[in-house]
């Protein structure tokens, strides 16, 4: 033990000789868009600018309210007003309802992460997700990455304050993969936003501060905080502009917290589950160094999937191994669809993607005026999906020509589209529902849920149909049948005990709805009674869930995808658990059953596996 105490004896010499007393501005959770918020920055900038004191600024996140190209671009034209140098991570505003698959925020920041040294400190930023997929936040992959590749110099005794939107726990789904890192290395200090309050917090014994919005809320004056590094302590005062006041509240102590100084034990994701399982195999398990924010596709022995670097892929269905790889200029959160031979796929870099199944070769590609983020929907060889550009198209299949586009969409597509009776079902981030003549494009119908605020929009679930009927869930809680050809509510239901979001499917014999609950139940609803009638809640308890992706039937099974990394298998006729597994702790993707008893499945943080399952 003498070592420990000498190395960190050590590093506290070290640190404290290089630093120097300073002091640098917090500001996070500026919500541009919303109410006053572009004011409140603003004000907040003059402010700055007018403290000499003040060495840099550092933004740590929710920058906007919608994640919008305008919001983003109005932001950093307030802030481009600092005359300091100023640092800045996204938020979850700006990253799940970001219309760009967050490709605008590095096009007009520059980048999601940031590392630089400042006085003997070496602070260190990285985004937090969710990206595009309700769920808990998440440190990118890619994020992960990038943080192992500033950190491989093994510098052990610069003191690291590490900036995260999310604060360092639960709230995040993979907290412990950034906190690991960097307990390798002096750090110190954890610093966030989110809760648009001051607090403190104990992050495994680092010390962690949130702070305040620069929203004024209910107050006239919005405020942010003003961070003294001095004498191995932070200390941190509210501030008010316009009326210059400041308030002390908090103060930390620095000191190190890393892992051969602090040995303490805390709790971290078991798959412990698995071993109860023991039918279920891992057959095969590809890792990304990305990101993997879509579902997958079969071709033959191929399985074809994309990832946040921008790549179309396909897998070898054996063994898991890439075959070949398509390199497009964006994040893609488009699930490939596969027909006559082609895969054609979405990007956030404007353009429809068309691929040689077997070879990944471009065989077209279609241009649009924004990104897009929705997946596609193939019948006949034609291909339909909607763009962040307010169209939604028609594309020949096997020439890439257009075949018509509707140009009235309000916010912009998520979902995957569905075909039913000729015509085109989709939802919008714009609080519409709308449905089109698959054949010319013409509007048959649009439904509207009745509420300003778009994240209440039916944008995220893929809708469902059956029997002359439409359904769809929301993030209001709303469940809502319609009649398919004229788009009239045959009902539309709120219940407290069966609170619904995003996800939900069709049984296989089209008799049900299946639906999961926030609070982890699945549950069938009938598909022909004249209001919302629950016919059963499976037993299943899996936990608080948010992840929209549709649970799947197939062969007398119901798989259940959720934001935890876990699969559940549910029997079809009497809804009892038949297995379940745990592959990550990051939200399931989608699943995709397969002949032999396999099942694919990928996760937010880059893994694609199979499974092997007994019947």
Not at 99 to 127: A, C, D, L, P
Not at 463 to 477: C, E, K, N
């Amino acid at each position: 033990m003498k070592w420990l105490f000498f190395f960190a004896a050590v590093i506290s010499a070290s640190s404290a000789m290089a630093q120097q007393s300073f002091k640098f501005a917090l500001v996070t959770d500026t919500h541009v868009g919303s109410d006053n918020a572009a004011e409140d920055l603003e004000r907040t900038v003059t402010d700055i600018n007018n403290n000499p004191d003040l060495a840099f600024v550092v933004i740590s996140g929710d920058i906007t309210e919608f994640g919008a190209d305008e919001e983003l671009k109005l932001a950093k034209s307030i802030l481009d007003h600092l005359q300091k140098p100023w640092y800045i991570i996204p938020g979850n505003h700006d990253t799940k309802w970001s219309e760009s698959g967050g490709n605008t925020f590095r096009k007009v920041f520059g980048q999601e992460t940031f590392s630089f040294r400042r006085n003997g400190y070496w602070f260190i930023g990285t985004n937090c997700g969710p990206n595009m997929r309700m769920s808990p936040g998440q440190v990118p992959r890619e994020n992960i990455v990038w943080l192992d590749q500033q950190l491989k110099a093994k510098d052990t005794v610069t003191p690291i304050i590490y900036i995260n939107h999310y604060p360092q726990n639960a709230d995040l789904n993979n907290w412990y993969e950034a906190i690991d890192r960097l307990k390798q290395h002096n750090i110190q200090l954890i610093l966030c936003g989110h809760g648009h309050a001051n607090k403190v917090f104990d992050f495994e014994h680092i010390p962690g501060i949130m702070c305040r919005s620069n929203l004024r809320a209910k107050d006239s004056i919005g405020g942010y905080n003003i961070v003294t590094m001095a004498n191995s302590k932070a200390t941190f005062e509210e501030r008010t502009p316009v009326v210059g006041k400041n308030r002390q509240w908090t103060s930390a102590a620095l000191a190190s917290h890393a892992a051969w100084y602090d040995q303490s034990v805390f709790p971290r994701p078991s798959a412990a589950m698995n071993d109860s399982f023991p039918a279920v195999k891992l057959k095969w398990l590809y890792e990304d160094n990305s990101d993997i924010g879509s579902g997958m596709a079969l071709y033959k022995q191929l399985i074809i999937s994309t990832n946040t670097a921008g790549e179309i892929y396909a897998l070898d269905a054996g063994s898991g191994k890439r075959k070949w790889t398509f390199q497009t200029a964006g994040k893609i959160y488009a699930t490939p669809a596969v027909a006559d031979n082609k895969v054609v796929v979405a990007s956030s870099d404007n353009a429809i993607y068309c691929l040689n199944a077997a070879t990944g070769k471009e065989l077209w590609r279609f241009e649009t005026n924004k990104p897009i983020v929705g997946s596609i929907t193939v019948y006949n060889s034609i291909a339909y999906t909607g763009s962040s550009d307010g169209h939604f198209r028609a594309i020949q299949l096997n020439t890439g020509k257009l075949l018509w586009d509707f140009d009235g969409v309000k916010g912009f597509v998520e979902d995957k589209p569905l075909f039913y009776n000729g015509n085109i079902y989709f939802g919008s981030w714009g609080n519409d529902l709308y449905a089109l003549d698959a054949a010319t494009g013409a509007l048959r119908w649009k439904w509207n849920n009745g509420t300003s605020n778009r994240m209440f929009s039916p944008a995220a679930c893929f809708p469902v149909a059956t029997g002359g009927r439409l359904f769809i869930v929301a993030p209001d809680r709303y469940m809502t049948a319609f009649n398919s050809a004229t788009g009239a509510v045959i009902w539309r239901r709120q219940m407290p005990e069966v609170r619904v979001r995003e996800s939900m499917g069709l049984s296989a014999d089209s008799s049900e709805v299946l639906v999961k609950t926030m609070e982890g139940a699945l549950c069938g609803i009938s598909a022909t009674a004249d209001s919302m009638q629950v016919l059963w809640q499976s037993p299943v308890a899996m936990g608080y869930e948010l992840n929209p992706a549709p649970p799947v039937e197939y062969n007398g099974v119901i798989y259940v995808p959720t934001h935890s990394g876990v699969v559940y298998a549910i029997n079809r006729h009497d809804h009892a658990l038949k297995w379940k597994y745990k592959l990550s702790n990051c939200l399931v993707n989608a699943v995709l059953p397969t002949r032999d008893n396999r099942l694919l499945l990928s996760t937010m943080d880059g893994k694609l596996a199979c499974l092997q399952y007994a019947p």
